[in-house]
């Protein structure tokens, strides 16, 4: 938690390992959007299962088309966002078998344009950031559209709490530009919380670093979140190349609530 290193694996492993996450044994779960796959390794960095064909773009059981991001519920259901070549998000058993496969290229409810970042809560909806559309689209564990929440930000990556507090990382909703993804350059950096209705609980906004001199506190194209069991933040920047922790500091938080209710 101090930032001390304890281990290190994979090197030349990967070839764009773009998301990680960790299920309820503690086995690391990553995407490798060029190559297709997404891995599960037990801590140590043994290889345990392989989903998607290696160095093979496709759209069926069996492949995907640069993946962004997976998540594992505590049943073991998979749910990979297949979304840099692909629109959709496909499940998996906990024993690795294709369930099935919902979403396309679009804007109405289900559809996608770069399902970049997805989670589950404890009651097993999942949470896809639908990047380009600028908003959070929420289904059942079936793949039944349940809500969308547009226009908070351009989400990059999400993380859901134990109690389901939903942490967004993103940049502020703008409009559409030259390239492939929307938010290329972000204009701003911010993180939301919110509960699993939508409603914003808390927003933080973060100063932009430049590229090769970002200071201590700055960010620069914010990509991935995470908290500890305290409220710390943990956020990842893709110019900046490097991840920092953020403290939480309830006293502050607790004067201002004390403040607004007067």
Not at 158 to 182: H, T, V
Not at 232 to 246: E, H, P, T, V
Request: charge should be neutral; glycine fraction near 12%.
């Amino acid at each position: 938690a101090e930032g001390r290193l304890l281990d290190a694996w994979g090197e030349g492993l990967f070839k764009a390992a773009h998301g990680l996450r960790l299920d309820r044994e503690g086995n690391v779960w990553v995407t490798d959007a060029r190559a297709h796959t997404v891995q599960e390794f037990t801590p140590n960095g043994k290889l345990l299962l392989t989903l998607g064909t290696p160095g093979e773009p496709g759209e069926d059981d069996r492949h995907f088309n640069q993946p962004t991001d997976v998540v594992v519920t505590p049943r073991g259901d998979v749910y990979v966002a297949d979304g840099y070549g692909n629109n959709r998000v496909v499940r998996f058993d906990a024993r690795g078998r294709f369930v099935k496969t919902w979403g396309r290229l679009g804007v109405k409810p289900g559809e996608f344009s770069l399902p970049h970042a997805v989670a589950v809560d404890s009651r097993g909806r999942v949470y896809v950031c639908d990047r380009n559309n600028g908003r959070v689209q929420v289904f059942d564990r079936e793949g039944g559209f349940l809500a969308e929440w547009r226009n908070l930000l351009v989400p990059w990556g999400i993380w859901i709490s134990p109690k389901d507090e939903i942490l967004l990382c993103g940049s502020s909703p703008m409009r559409w530009g030259e390239g492939r993804s929307l938010g290329v350059p972000p204009k701003d950096q911010l993180v939301m919380k919110l509960n699993t209705e939508g409603r914003v609980l808390e927003l933080w906004t973060f100063p932009t670093g430049q590229t090769g001199r970002e200071q201590p506190g700055e960010l620069n194209w914010l990509h991935a979140i995470a908290a500890d069991s305290h409220g710390n933040l943990y956020l990842g920047d893709i110019q900046g190349r490097r991840a920092q922790k953020f403290t939480r500091l309830e006293k502050h938080v607790e004067e201002a609530s004390e403040g607004s209710a007067k």
